[in-house]
């Protein structure tokens, strides 16, 4: 985490004088080649195309219909530059999407919309979420999608539209944007469900022992609570907008579905919240116990240190200097001293193991 930050920091300098809008990647490069894909549909027909280069993709020229071009990896300025070309893309929307640190948001330029997005990941690998920047372009007839990678969350979608399923194809691509949209927040849900099992697992581990590691897991979990909540509150701003039917890109159709994405985001954001006061919880229970081992080892401690006071006292009293003591020159004083200091201190040792003092 802290090599990301520095990396981001180090990436934010290069930007510095630098003129609005100009195109300098700002983020880490997830894939090792820009490739741009495009599907092309209308209620009867769909066409799909890869571009191996740019000079294939200035040479191609798109029919009717709905358009959908994606592109993957975003560390190349100047495939954005052809695609702002092509769209006639605001400057300040390219320089948006190089840099892959972008809060959900969405902007009106007039002839398109543009959003952006996170998208978070499960990793089962290294147990952590990744989060992802996706830019959404939405025009009257054509959608854009900008990813840092091929993660492959939109598959589905494009299967939908191969398979003609829900007459995805008829809908137009005010429809497209909105499922894309879905994708992004359902896939809040699974990431909810895989940090709410790991807070429960982790609780039910604390509750048995506390080892070394758990908090260092804890803070871990409050790190990606805290980065999930970045993604899903501004994104619900976004959608909020979008339904409220402030913006002319969407149909009164599509509306409902938008209702229904902003529901599953404040869902999203209770069952966050609630995570988050489990989370914290967890962090008293682990403070507790922690107390409760010190409290434990010093009592003993403490235990220890009376059982020997009698037996320091009895040698004190026998280390004064005066010449006439009582079994002072006895044969048997010594061993009547170790007696005195054995007594007392087993008797002190069974009153406290009455009191349960020694558990």
Same mark, same amino acid.
Request: charged share 25%; glycine share 6%; hydrophobic share 45%.
């Given at each position: 985490m802290r090599n990301g930050m520095r990396k981001r920091s180090r990436s934010r300098s290069k930007k510095i004088g630098m003129p609005p809008g100009a195109l300098v990647h700002l983020g880490e490069i997830k894939t090792a080649q820009s490739t741009i894909s495009l599907i092309e549909y209308d209620a009867a027909r769909l066409a799909e195309k890869k571009f191996a280069s740019l000079a294939e993709s200035r040479a191609y020229q798109p029919g009717a219909g709905t358009l959908w071009l994606n592109v993957y990896g975003l560390h190349e300025p100047e495939v954005l530059t052809e695609v702002g070309r092509r769209f006639n893309l605001h400057p300040l929307v390219l320089e948006d999407i190089l840099n892959t640190d972008q809060r959900p948001k969405v902007d009106d330029y007039g002839d398109y919309l543009y959003l952006v997005a996170r998208f978070l990941d499960y990793d089962s690998a290294s147990q952590s979420v990744n989060s992802e &920047?996706?830019?959404? +372009?939405? =025009?009257?007839?054509?959608?854009?999608? @900008? &990813?840092?990678?091929?993660? =492959? *969350? @939109? $598959?589905?979608?494009?299967?939908?539209?191969? =398979? /003609?399923?829900?007459? !995805?194809? *008829?809908? =137009?691509? $005010?429809? %497209? *944007? #909105?499922?894309?949209? /879905?994708? +992004? +927040? /359902?896939?809040?849900?699974?990431?909810l469900e895989k940090t709410a099992e790991r807070a429960e697992l982790l609780e039910d581990e604390m509750l048995g022992k506390v080892t070394p590691g758990v908090l260092q897991t804890i803070h871990h979990l409050r790190r990606e609570t805290l980065n %999930?909540?970045?993604? +899903?509150?501004?994104?619900?701003?976004?959608?909020?907008?979008? &339904?409220?039917?402030?913006?002319?890109?969407?149909? *009164?159709?599509?509306?409902? #579905?938008?209702? $229904?994405? #902003? $529901?599953?985001?404040?869902?999203? !954001?209770?069952?966050?919240?609630? !995570?988050? /006061? &489990?989370?914290?919880?967890?962090?008293?229970?682990? @403070?507790?116990? !922690?107390? #409760?081992?010190?409290?434990r080892e010093v009592r003993l401690l403490t235990v220890i240190a009376i059982m020997f006071m009698p037996a320091a006292l009895i040698a004190g009293v026998f280390g004064m200097n005066f010449k006439i003591m009582p079994l002072l020159d006895s044969p048997a004083g010594f061993f009547v001293a170790l007696g005195l200091m054995g007594v007392i201190g087993l008797t002190v040792g069974a009153v406290f193991w009455r009191r349960r003092l020694l558990d």
């Open positions: &920047q996706v830019s959404i +372009v939405l =025009g009257a007839n054509f959608v854009l999608t @900008f &990813q840092e990678r091929p993660t =492959g *969350a @939109f $598959d589905p979608l494009r299967e939908r539209l191969r =398979g /003609d399923r829900g007459q !995805i194809r *008829a809908l =137009g691509a $005010d429809y %497209l *944007a #909105y499922a894309l949209l /879905d994708i +992004v +927040v /359902d896939r809040y849900f699974v990431m %999930l909540r970045r993604a +899903v509150w501004p994104l619900r701003e976004v959608i909020n907008t979008l &339904q409220r039917g402030e913006s002319r890109f969407f149909k *009164a159709a599509t509306l409902p #579905y938008l209702r $229904d994405i #902003y $529901d599953h985001t404040v869902h999203v !954001i209770e069952s966050l919240e609630a !995570i988050r /006061d &489990q989370i914290a919880g967890l962090m008293d229970i682990y @403070f507790s116990s !922690i107390s #409760y081992r010190v409290n």
